[in-house]
């Protein structure tokens, strides 16, 4: 084995030993059961690219109603250069996506792909925690094999910490973390998904299906998280918990 492919290994060792670490900081903090209902409160969800959001919370933001405030924001670009055409492209395949659904707003912070998260989008991103009522923020797992994934949710948590600074409590969020590149390794939430009509929202992002089909991935996901429960119909999963456990996890 080359060195090259030796070291490509370690660092995949060391990143699963560090995943796994931070899941039993999560595992240990937090009651297991699984729920099919959607608080009513505020709710923010964190998108690293435009179409994740379908992706992963396509249930939740069906959800969204007079009692519920929903913010999303999309902290890369989706292209390798902050504003490029196929940014432009994403964008609008997101706001398109979404546009059935009332008292939603969207954000866009447009880092290029693959980028370390800046000051300043922390800072924004902690301005928008800053405007929440109790409520949820739903991201993606720290153990997601996507680099541009895991700096979303560490942006998040510096984020927190930044608000808590500010004399922010904590004890008002409740994280729900999700996976849109494999079946999270734990989950203790279960939201009904109506599969028609996600599918719709899927099909929105065009420029993306040209390199996979994400419809029949996301679709299978969905599907296997029902049938793992005996459920009558695809669902996605979440693992909540507390917002302070994610700051513990990072402080490690």
Known sequence: MSIKKRLLSAFRAMNFAAAEAGWQVFVSGCDFKVVEDLPETDILIISPHPDDEIFA?????SGVNKKRKIKITYIFSGDKQSQSERSKVREEESKSAVEQSANLEQIFFRQPD???ITKQTIADLSAVVLEMKPGIILMPSFSCPNDDHREATRAVAEALK??????FDLGKISIWLYGVWGPLPYFNRLLKVNMAEKEKSMEKFFSQHKDR???KAIKSLDDYY???YG???????????PADLLLKLYKK
Do not use: Q
């Open 57 to 61: 919370c396509s249930g939740v933001i």
């Open 114 to 116: 693959n980028s370390i």
């Open 162 to 167: 930044l608000a808590k600074i500010k004399g």
């Open 213 to 215: 089909n994400y419809i």
């Open 226 to 228: 029902g049938e793992v």
């Open 231 to 241: 459920l009558a119909y695809p669902a996605e999963a979440f693992f909540a918990g």
